[in-house]
């Protein structure tokens, strides 16, 4: 299985700054194939079901703000949530899909400070 | 407007079990594949199963395996997990989600969820 690993476990960060998370997995996630990163990351606010933000590692979902970007290749991924707003507090996830069992990491909870 | 809705959850005694639905609307359920992933309480995301479109092929994550299974009707746009032998860390909230239509495996919408309780 593909082991996730987020960092930090938290942060907080005054508005209109950037919050930096990153995520390392066991194994790549790139496929040779398709130069592809199976890759998402997902926000969580309190009380509410996941939602997609990126996916392909730095794809942005329809509708997701630009302040939004994701990067990174094979094992090492960062989400970059730039002038960070209140609605961006929330606890934010990265999941890989190279592979069944699909596998989450612990997440990332974003606070303002 | 995507909308996936969840129910059959409830309280259950260790060993019982429960079968989930997804009521799934506004898109062609018959074109993406579905996944069910569950949220203990206070704790991070899970994945559960997967079932790709015509349900020809299907993926547990190995604590459920033999245990849940993860079943489609496409004529209904309806998503079922029948779970069994229920123990207390299957305890969770338990989202449905759709599959992106790009990669199929990362989830562009989700449920509120259904809330499962394993308890005597």
């Known amino acids: 299985d593909i082991v996730m690993t987020q960092s930090p476990d938290s942060l907080a960060v005054s508005l209109g700054e950037r919050a930096t998370i990153n995520c390392k997995s066991s194994q790549s996630v790139l496929s040779r194939s398709n130069n592809k990163n199976y890759l998402a990351w997902y926000q969580q606010r309190p009380g509410q079901p996941p939602k997609l933000l990126i996916y392909w590692a730095s794809t942005r979902e329809s509708g997701v703000p630009d302040r939004f970007s994701g990067g990174g290749s094979g094992t090492d991924f960062t989400l970059t949530v730039s002038n960070l707003q209140a609605e961006d507090v929330a606890v934010y996830y990265c999941?890989?899909?190279?592979?069944?069992?699909?596998?989450f990491g612990g997440g990332t909870k974003v606070e303002i400070k | 407007e995507v909308q996936l809705v969840e129910s059959g959850g409830g309280l259950v005694q260790p060993g019982g079990s429960l079968r989930l639905s997804c009521a799934a609307s506004g898109f062609t359920f018959s074109s993406y594949w579905m996944t069910w992933v569950r949220q203990a309480p206070g704790k991070g995301l899970e994945w559960v199963a997967i079932i790709k479109q015509d349900g020809s092929a299907k993926y547990y994550v190995d604590s459920v395996k033999g245990r849940f299974t993860i079943s489609r009707d496409n004529a209904k746009s309806s998503l079922y997990l029948q779970i069994t032998s229920l123990r207390a860390e299957d305890t969770a909230l338990y989202y449905c989600?759709?599959?992106?239509?790009?990669?199929?495996?990362?989830?562009?919408?989700w449920g509120r969820g259904t809330l499962v309780t394993v308890s005597s």
């Open positions: 989600a759709k599959g992106e239509s790009g990669s199929g495996w990362s989830f562009d919408s």
């Open positions: 999941q890989q899909y190279y592979g069944a069992p699909l596998t």
